[in-house]
């Protein structure tokens, strides 16, 4: 099967920052279409909505009110949970999504 070639990353490499923000909102719109996608299994889903509401409830392993450290849990656990839910993904099935929102 040919991959994807287009101006989006690769998902399953690391991005700086400013890649990061600059593809944020196309990113969130690939992750979404993963979600709702039959052929994901219920492993990467359940990482990835693992990781949302830890970071919605008020619990945290270090807390929010702590300068910086506190934020810095959250945001670590959500690139893991990212990372991993895109890894976890079937390849074909994430190139057939970039290329539909990358089309959109």
Do not use: N
Request: hydrophobic share 55%.
């Amino acid at each position: 099967m040919k991959s994807v070639s287009l101006s989006y990353p690769d998902p399953r490499r690391p991005l700086s920052i400013w890649q990061f923000v600059r593809h944020l909102p196309t990113t969130i719109r690939l992750f979404s279409r993963l979600f709702r996608d039959p052929r994901v299994g219920m492993l990467p889903k359940a990482i990835l909505a693992a990781a949302l509401l830890y970071v919605a409830l008020p619990v945290d392993f270090l807390a929010d009110w702590l300068p910086l450290i506190g934020v810095v849990d959250d945001v670590a656990l959500l690139l893991l949970a990212a990372r991993t839910f895109i890894g976890l993904c079937p390849r074909a099935v994430v190139d057939q999504h970039l290329g539909q929102v990358a089309a959109s």
